[in-house]
């Protein structure tokens, strides 16, 4: 990429932060915030006092939120969180900025009050950003140019949404987890180094302890070692680098382990999670292809660059179709949990947003592609019209399921391309100005409760 492409780049991002919205309203953001607000303040894992201030307040009224947080218990005798630390460690340097601003300007410095909100809103939108910069500089990695696909990508998925509108999720942090673990396995994998496999090994554990499903893009640079470390490397030396790459991840993970044992009473997530999961994946085709809930159906985006990713494994050099492999497999193993999941269809959600921990692949997909094209003057233009219809629909999701014209619960096909190609157009000034203006004017009413109900009931992963 060229200088003026990065500083273009930068400059959308910060005329961008005005649209980010600095609010908390379901349930697995408060229980992510509620990591953050409960070791800054009471320095316990004790999150009564969190989920009841949401509760009292009436920001968390969803349904089950008072007898899944505020009744039950852990095994370890404390309030279930569903949720995992991951995002509180990257929140907390603006939750600090956070912490002075209210002092300095004499806000309430309890934690909850608007500059810690808004200081994890804007946080996650960084990270959201960081995502997309580390994507780029990974394809630049395996010689693609990634400008164009890069702003496809930011701008035609789910991520715009969890960057903008519902930023204390925990899905724009997953993404940049995601992004610099592949930008450190590509670093890395030149030679396997000792300090690189390690590095490698505890960017791993960032990602797991985002969301617990992460823990899969793993496999990726494992395959990778195992079919190019062992070849450059002595037997000795490839060992010392797998057991650099465990240590580090081990490290790294503590707090989350820490947390996990003092929470759960034992290791690992609540059972109320994994009793959740089928593993024999009844639902993978469903999530990928469902009409009411398929991720290339939400995100056809998604389906263009997993297209790249499988043109870069069959017709590029060796190193780069072993790369495009790992990377294929480990959306497999991506469909296979999602699809594992019973609340598969993560209803009252927009998109299927486990799968936007997959921005920095789809990225270099949609790379790959755009530069297979060169040369062909109708299918590059050809590309262009249908990336710039798949960004488009995702930009008109958005919209229609901000102002409450799509059921929130599930797409409807028909109904909702009518609406994005001739409703949305029509009211795109107003929605722009409210957007802008009024945006307290999207949350009246019955429809932000709908927003609510993110599964109160199951994993928030």
């Given at each position: 990429m060229t200088r003026r492409q990065w500083v273009l780049l930068f400059c959308l991002f910060l005329l961008s932060l005005p649209a980010v919205t600095t609010r908390i309203y379901s349930s697995d953001e408060i229980q992510y915030f509620a990591y953050l607000r409960s070791l800054w303040f009471d320095r316990d894992l004790s999150f009564e006092n969190e989920y009841r201030y949401f509760y009292d307040r009436g920001i968390a009224q969803s349904e089950g939120f008072h007898e899944t947080f505020l009744e039950r218990q852990t095994e370890a005798g404390r309030r279930v969180n569903f949720g995992t630390i991951g995002c509180a460690i990257l929140w907390a340097p603006f939750y600090a900025a956070?912490?002075?601003?209210?002092?300095?300007?004499?806000?309430?410095?309890?934690?909850?009050?608007?500059?810690?909100?808004?200081?994890?809103?804007?946080?996650?939108?960084v990270y959201g950003f960081a995502a997309i910069v580390f994507a780029m500089l990974?394809?630049?990695?395996?010689?693609?140019?990634?400008?164009?696909?890069?702003?496809?990508?930011?701008?035609?998925?789910?991520?715009?949404?969890?960057?903008?509108?519902?930023?204390?999720f925990s899905h724009a942090c997953s993404a940049f987890a995601v992004a610099l673990f592949m930008w450190?396995?590509?670093?890395v994998r030149a030679s396997w180094s000792i300090q690189g496999a390690f590095a490698l090994g505890a960017a791993g554990a960032l990602m797991a302890m985002i969301r617990e499903q992460d823990l899969f893009f793993v496999a990726g640079p494992a395959a990778d070692f195992v079919l190019t470390g062992f070849r450059l490397q002595a037997s000795g030396f490839r060992l010392a680098a797998g057991a650099a790459g465990v240590l580090g991840f081990a490290a790294a993970y503590i707090p989350q382990a820490i947390v996990y044992v003092r929470l759960n009473g034992h290791l690992g997530p609540s059972r109320l999670v994994t009793r959740k999961m089928s593993w024999h994946a009844p639902h993978a085709l469903q999530v990928m292809f469902s009409p009411e809930h398929g991720y290339f159906v939400w995100t056809p985006l998604a389906l263009i660059a997993i297209a790249g990713l499988v043109w870069l494994a069959v017709a590029?050099?060796?190193?780069?179709?072993?790369?495009?492999?790992?990377?294929?497999?480990?959306?497999?193993?991506?469909?296979?949990?999602?699809?594992?999941?019973?609340?598969?269809?993560?209803?009252?959600?927009?998109?299927?947003?486990r799968f936007i921990a997959l921005t920095a692949f789809l990225v270099i997909g949609l790379a790959a592609l755009m530069q297979a094209r060169a040369?062909?003057?109708?299918?590059?233009?050809?590309?262009?019209?249908?990336?710039?219809?798949?960004?488009?629909?995702?930009?008109?999701?958005?919209?229609?399921?901000?102002?409450?014209?799509?059921?929130?619960?599930?797409?409807?096909?028909?109904k909702n391309a009518y609406d994005a190609f001739i409703t949305v157009p029509r009211l795109a000034p107003s929605l722009a100005y409210r957007y802008l203006f009024e945006r307290s004017s999207f949350y009246r009413g019955p429809r932000s409760e709908s927003r609510g109900r993110s599964e109160t009931r199951g994993p928030s992963s």
């Amino acid at each position: 990429m060229t200088r003026r492409q990065w500083v273009l780049l930068f400059c959308l991002f910060l005329l961008s932060l005005p649209a980010v919205t600095t609010r908390i309203y379901s349930s697995d953001e408060i229980q992510y915030f509620a990591y953050l607000r409960s070791l800054w303040f009471d320095r316990d894992l004790s999150f009564e006092n969190e989920y009841r201030y949401f509760y009292d307040r009436g920001i968390a009224q969803s349904e089950g939120f008072h007898e899944t947080f505020l009744e039950r218990q852990t095994e370890a005798g404390r309030r279930v969180n569903f949720g995992t630390i991951g995002c509180a460690i990257l929140w907390a340097p603006f939750y600090a900025a956070g912490d002075i601003l209210a002092r300095v300007t004499g806000m309430p410095a309890d934690g909850f009050s608007k500059p810690y909100i808004a200081a994890v809103a804007y946080g996650s939108a960084v990270y959201g950003f960081a995502a997309i910069v580390f994507a780029m500089l990974s394809a630049e990695r395996l010689g693609l140019a990634p400008f164009g696909a890069a702003l496809a990508v930011w701008f035609g998925t789910p991520l715009l949404f969890y960057m903008y509108v519902a930023p204390p999720f925990s899905h724009a942090c997953s993404a940049f987890a995601v992004a610099l673990f592949m930008w450190t396995w590509l670093k890395v994998r030149a030679s396997w180094s000792i300090q690189g496999a390690f590095a490698l090994g505890a960017a791993g554990a960032l990602m797991a302890m985002i969301r617990e499903q992460d823990l899969f893009f793993v496999a990726g640079p494992a395959a990778d070692f195992v079919l190019t470390g062992f070849r450059l490397q002595a037997s000795g030396f490839r060992l010392a680098a797998g057991a650099a790459g465990v240590l580090g991840f081990a490290a790294a993970y503590i707090p989350q382990a820490i947390v996990y044992v003092r929470l759960n009473g034992h290791l690992g997530p609540s059972r109320l999670v994994t009793r959740k999961m089928s593993w024999h994946a009844p639902h993978a085709l469903q999530v990928m292809f469902s009409p009411e809930h398929g991720y290339f159906v939400w995100t056809p985006l998604a389906l263009i660059a997993i297209a790249g990713l499988v043109w870069l494994a069959v017709a590029t050099n060796q190193s780069d179709r072993r790369v495009a492999g790992c990377m294929l497999l480990v959306i497999a193993l991506q469909v296979y949990v999602g699809g594992s999941v019973e609340s598969w269809t993560v209803a009252g959600a927009f998109g299927q947003r486990r799968f936007i921990a997959l921005t920095a692949f789809l990225v270099i997909g949609l790379a790959a592609l755009m530069q297979a094209r060169a040369g062909f003057r109708l299918r590059k233009r050809a590309t262009t019209v249908v990336v710039a219809l798949a960004v488009y629909w995702n930009l008109a999701l958005i919209a229609e399921f901000a102002t409450g014209l799509m059921d929130r619960q599930r797409l409807e096909p028909a109904k909702n391309a009518y609406d994005a190609f001739i409703t949305v157009p029509r009211l795109a000034p107003s929605l722009a100005y409210r957007y802008l203006f009024e945006r307290s004017s999207f949350y009246r009413g019955p429809r932000s409760e709908s927003r609510g109900r993110s599964e109160t009931r199951g994993p928030s992963s």
